[in-house]
């Protein structure tokens, strides 16, 4: 499993493109991603975060795990979560619109 978020500073921690990720990582990001945007369509928050987490843990590079992980953690006002997470997806795909506009609502 690739772990990049051991750092204290959270702020500070983006995926490293050194990180080795399997296809097997890649497969089960995939399935957690599923598990946790479905968890969030039925309005599981918590357990969404927990499965897009997990996702961002077997993929850090994956921007949609980022995403998942901005998006509920936003839905459960945890503003320093969601704001990392936003940036991480603007690190990831530069110029995206949704992470912009997540970034400006907690400024």
Same mark, same amino acid.
């Given at each position: 499993?690739?772990?990049?978020?051991?750092?204290?500073?959270?702020?500070?921690?983006?995926?490293?493109?050194?990180?080795?990720?399997?296809?097997?990582? &890649? =497969?089960? /990001? %995939?399935?957690? !991603?599923?598990?946790?945007?479905?968890?969030?369509?039925?309005?599981?928050?918590?357990?969404? #975060?927990?499965?897009?987490?997990?996702?961002?843990?077997?993929?850090?590079?994956?921007?949609?795990?980022?995403?998942? &992980? =901005?998006? /509920? %953690?936003?839905? !459960?006002?945890?503003?320093?979560?969601?704001?990392?997470?936003?940036?991480?997806?603007?690190? #990831?795909?530069?110029?995206?619109?949704?992470?912009?506009?997540?970034?400006?609502?907690?400024?």
């Amino acid at each position: 499993m690739a772990t990049w978020l051991g750092k204290q500073d959270r702020t500070e921690a983006y995926p490293d493109s050194n990180v080795t990720v399997t296809e097997a990582d &890649v =497969a089960s /990001a %995939a399935a957690q !991603l599923h598990t946790a945007q479905s968890l969030l369509e039925q309005g599981q928050t918590q357990s969404a #975060l927990k499965a897009a987490e997990s996702a961002v843990g077997l993929n850090p590079r994956n921007a949609q795990a980022h995403r998942l &992980v =901005a998006r /509920a %953690a936003s839905l !459960l006002r945890d503003s320093g979560k969601a704001k990392h997470a936003w940036r991480v997806v603007l690190h #990831l795909v530069p110029g995206d619109v949704e992470a912009l506009a997540g970034i400006k609502r907690f400024e």
